[in-house]
């Protein structure tokens, strides 16, 4: 009785947790005009290809620099806005 018990806690848990991972993931897969961010961030992002915030968050900095109409600025911009 105690291991059928031990046994449906455990599938709840299981879903528990995929459910909140779902959530957390949901933010990633957020879509970069959401962010708003500036004309001048966004073009950046949008001539590097980057569309959603999952994309954005496997790009070092040096990589974001490399855009074209990405500076300093512009970076700091975006990493303020993908970190709230």
Same mark, same amino acid.
């Given at each position: 009785?105690?291991?059928?018990?031990?046994?449906?806690? @455990?599938?709840? #848990?299981?879903?528990?947790?995929?459910?909140?991972?779902?959530? @957390?993931?949901?933010?990633?897969? *957020?879509?970069?005009?959401?962010?708003?961010?500036?004309?001048?961030?966004?073009?950046?992002? *949008?001539?590097?290809?980057?569309?959603?915030?999952?994309?954005? #968050?496997?790009?070092?900095?040096?990589?974001?620099?490399?855009?074209?109409? #990405?500076?300093?600025? *512009?970076?700091?911009? @975006? #990493?303020?806005? @993908?970190?709230?």
């Amino acid at each position: 009785m105690d291991e059928q018990y031990d046994l449906l806690r @455990i599938k709840e #848990m299981a879903h528990e947790i995929g459910v909140l991972a779902d959530k @957390i993931l949901s933010g990633y897969r *957020t879509p970069i005009s959401e962010l708003g961010l500036s004309s001048r961030a966004q073009n950046a992002l *949008t001539r590097g290809k980057v569309e959603y915030v999952e994309q954005l #968050m496997k790009l070092s900095e040096d990589d974001l620099l490399r855009f074209r109409g #990405m500076g300093e600025k *512009t970076l700091n911009e @975006i #990493m303020g806005a @993908i970190k709230h």
